[in-house]
């Protein structure tokens, strides 16, 4: 089991850029989670998906954050014209069909310059 | 509303000594509490976990947590910290749903 994972690990995009994060869940999770997580902030819920169906994107920025579940193996968050604000740790988890707990990748840092 | 406090943002320690993290949740429901730990540039690894049963959960590491509904905590334990211990630890609680609620995080510093 590789566990959650995640890429790339390191991005560095220019203002007004396009970033695109990719995960990949656990085999057999039937639920994956965007988080991100600052400092400042900590740890904020962006999405999740149940199924390769979305079911809470209510953390999400709406004008530039987009998630998508193509299938069952992997996922992707997409952040359009990214600002230095976006600037985070980008964390994916999966959980199980049965459980709540969640397993966590070990997360993609984005820097915006 | 529910949500979970931990405390104590800073914790320091030396090694070998005994630990305990507080936790504290507000939630109306039935709580499936959880305690994580992150190391640096590393994501969230889980501990352990309570659904019911024993107050008592164990972990791994020798990390056991304590639930008291009562007191609506789930305290983190350990008997004999390591300097490899320190990081950051996260309670979090579930909704019963799969969405959750994280603590501020508790930072332990082991001195060794």
């Known amino acids: 089991n590789a566990g959650v994972i995640q890429t790339p690990r390191h991005k560095v995009t220019g203002k007004g850029q396009e970033a695109t994060l990719w995960c990949e869940p656990i085999?057999?999770?039937?639920?994956v989670f965007w988080y991100r997580q600052t400092i400042v902030q900590g740890l904020e819920f962006l999405t999740y998906?149940?199924?390769?169906?979305?079911?809470?994107d209510s953390g999400m920025p709406k004008e530039r954050f987009s998630a998508q579940m193509p299938n069952q193996s992997h996922s992707t968050l997409k952040i359009q014209s990214t600002q230095p604000q976006d600037s985070a740790v980008y964390l994916c988890?999966?959980?199980?069909?049965?459980?709540?707990?969640?397993?966590f990748g070990p997360g993609t840092r984005l820097t915006v310059l | 509303a529910q949500s979970v406090t931990q405390p104590d943002a800073r914790v320091t320690v030396s090694e070998g000594a005994s630990l305990q993290l507080r936790c504290k949740y507000s939630y109306s429901g039935t709580p499936y509490l959880f305690w994580y730990v992150q190391y640096p540039r590393q994501g969230l690894q889980l501990l352990l976990k309570?659904?019911?049963?024993?107050?008592v959960v164990q972990g791994v590491n020798g990390f056991e947590a304590e639930f008291s509904k009562s007191n609506s905590s789930f305290h983190l334990r350990k008997a004999s910290v390591h300097w490899s211990d320190s990081a950051v630890y996260f309670c979090v609680l579930s909704l019963n749903t799969n969405k959750v609620v994280f603590g501020t995080g508790t930072r332990l510093q082991v001195l060794p």
């Open positions: 309570y659904y019911s049963g024993d107050p």
């Open positions: 085999s057999g999770h039937s639920a």
């Open positions: 998906f149940r199924n390769q169906a979305p079911i809470d």
């Open positions: 988890a999966s959980s199980p069909q049965t459980g709540y707990e969640q397993y």
